[in-house]
């Protein structure tokens, strides 16, 4: 496909399918989603969608991928040539992937501002209130957060162009490890604050009371955001896997990962809220305006601002875990563009990333200055966040699981699993049965409900 193709080791390929999976969904996105649907239960509900459908699906696209050789829109055709139609389900994950980037980047750039903010001492300065505060001012302004959008999107252009695996691959394996040492420290650092245990149990003790259709629905869009599955992402990365990984192995060790991070996360963040007496249904400002208060409660009053160092550390963290996963919603959609005759995967990366940085300037904008635009009732930011982490993937993954569960040949899918026969895949029939029946029921019965309920 391209002359990057193929990442180096299995080791590799599970780095960059890791750093793929975390990002800002475990970090920024997992504490505050699981704060406004009540805690606890929450957790429960995104931990039984995560296993049994998120890996699942996860092993379904690894499958779509590596047996293709190709991206979402030629693999289907490729696997089933008397059904061209799915490669629509193809193009609609690609569209998928352009939406959610657009807003990742923004994000993206909310983090990158926070190193410089964190570098510069600005952020030492502020109590929880002025934290609140330098969020609102910041996020709302109308030039700085898309000038470090417009910054982010380079960076990930130019990895792109460094190829997979000096680029992709690269960065992943040295930041991924660090990233999570440094959460460690915080979560650490979190629970031995005063009053930290109302956190823990707010995370940890569910009250099913407070969930509702819809936070149903919003654990099925985390847990398939988390995992990058479900919109073609791991289909490509799936199609640059070494034919003799173990496709079951290098899932468990994704989903593993990705959950215990996003724990993580929710450790460091909880108790912090709490002993602060911020709420936990913060939004999406959560991680920005708590965990500055957690480093700022290091600092002593004076000498060494260790506080401060560990804040700089860990934005840049945050914004490498940012960049793999951004990198990976580019990747799949230049590869898509390389499938075409005549298109250069330069060429592609830079005018993705423009138009990228166009729609994701307007929903920036629309925290801001364009707040008054409403289209169906809801801002430009709230409307992709809603289609790209509540509806678009479940449906384009109700879709690609029933390909595997009823269009895909099923003696290719284990055929595939078990390397060519040389894998034992005393799993497969439990897993055929999740992809056939349980995962597009559960999909489809989620998807209803939470529209019917919204
Ligand atoms: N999984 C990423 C995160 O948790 O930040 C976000 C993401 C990456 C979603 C790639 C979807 C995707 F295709």
């Given amino acids: 496909m391209t002359e990057n193709k193929g990442f180096s080791s299995n080791f590799g390929a599970i780095m960059a399918a890791v750093g793929s999976a975390v990002g800002l969904g475990n970090i920024w996105r997992f504490p505050y989603i699981c704060g406004k649907y009540g805690g ?46 799915w490669r629509y389900v193809g193009i609609f994950g690609m569209v998928t992937c352009f939406l959610i980037l657009s807003l990742y980047l923004v994000i993206s750039g909310w983090t990158l501002n926070y190193v410089v903010d964190a570098a510069s001492g600005t952020l030492a300065q502020l109590d929880s209130s002025g934290l609140e505060l330098h969020f609102k001012a910041f996020s709302e302004s109308a030039v700085r957060p898309i000038v470090f959008l417009a910054v982010f999107a380079l960076l990930t252009v130019a990895v792109i162009l460094g190829g997979v ?23 650490v650092r979190s629970v031995t604050m005063p009053g930290a245990s109302a956190g823990l149990d707010y995370l940890f003790k569910p009250d099913f009371s407070k969930l509702t259709g819809q936070g149903v629905l919003a654990a099925l869009g985390q847990a398939l955001f988390s995992l990058s599955v479900g919109m073609g992402v791991m289909i ?61 409660s290091m600092n002593p009053s004076s000498g060494f601002m260790v506080g401060t160092v560990f804040s700089v550390i860990f934005f840049v963290l945050l914004s490498m875990a940012a ?110 049965f999740l992809a056939r029946y349980v995962a597009p029921l559960a999909l489809l019965l989620v998807l209803v409900t939470g529209i019917v309920n919204g």
């Fill in 323 to 432: 960049l793999t996963s951004a990198i990976s919603l580019l990747e799949a959609l230049v590869a898509w563009g390389s499938e075409y005759p005549n298109r250069k995967r330069s060429v592609s990366a830079i005018v993705l990333a423009l138009c990228v940085v166009v729609l994701g300037g307007l929903c920036s904008m629309s925290v801001g200055g364009l707040s008054g635009v409403k289209v169906a009732g809801l801002g430009l930011f709230d409307l992709v966040d809603k289609l790209t982490a509540v509806y678009l993937p479940p449906l384009c993954a109700l879709l690609t699981v029933a390909f595997i569960g009823w269009v895909m040949p099923a003696a290719d899918i284990k055929d595939e699993l078990s390397n060519h026969g040389t894998l034992k895949v005393g799993y497969f029939k439990a897993f055929y």
């Fill in 40 to 85: 606890g239960a929450f957790l429960i509900v995104y931990l039984c969608f995560v296993f049994c459908i998120g890996m699942v699906l996860m092993m379904t696209e690894f499958v779509i991928g590596r047996r293709s050789q190709h991206t979402p829109v030629a693999a289907y055709p490729i696997l089933r040539p008397d059904k061209k139609g």
């Fill in 165 to 187: 695996q000096k680029g992709v691959e690269k960065v992943s394996k040295l930041m991924m490890p660090i990233l999570v040492v440094l959460l460690v420290v915080l979560c």
């Fill in 236 to 296: 490509v990365y799936g199609s640059y896997i070494p034919r003799n990984d173990n496709l079951l192995k290098t899932s468990i060790w994704i989903t593993v990962c990705d959950t215990l991070i996003a724990l993580c996360a929710g450790v460091a963040i909880f108790p912090a809220v709490f002993s602060c007496g911020l709420e936990p249904t913060g939004g999406p400002g959560l991680v920005f305006k708590v965990l500055p208060t957690v480093f700022n």
